[in-house]
């Protein structure tokens, strides 16, 4: 599995979230936040690739607190990152 952490264009809309990944864990895995959200309710986002595939994870509304997620991409690829049962569609 290749990871490029980079920025890329598009829309994209929760698919499912990421359980028990600490914000520290995730800024270890794919370093500081590299995507300007919605300021008022997200507080860390990513956008990265997974091989050729656009993922986005991001905090909603303080979740990273919780070590909770959202997430958008395919959730086989994103539990392959994570772990499947840190994965909830």
């Known amino acids: 599995m290749n990871i490029r952490v980079e920025n890329w264009d598009g829309l994209s809309y929760k698919v499912g979230t990421i359980t028990n990944v600490s914000v520290s864990d995730m800024v270890a895995l794919l370093g500081p936040s590299n995507y300007v959200d919605d300021i008022d309710k997200v507080s860390h986002s990513w956008r990265f ?3 050729q595939e656009p993922i986005n994870v991001w905090d909603w ?3 990273c607190f919780m070590d909770r997620w959202s997430f958008y991409g395919h959730p086989a690829t994103i539990a392959k990152l994570f772990g ?4 909830k569609v």
């Open 84 to 87: 499947e049962e840190n994965v």
């Open 61 to 63: 509304k303080g979740s």
């Open 49 to 51: 690739y997974i091989d």
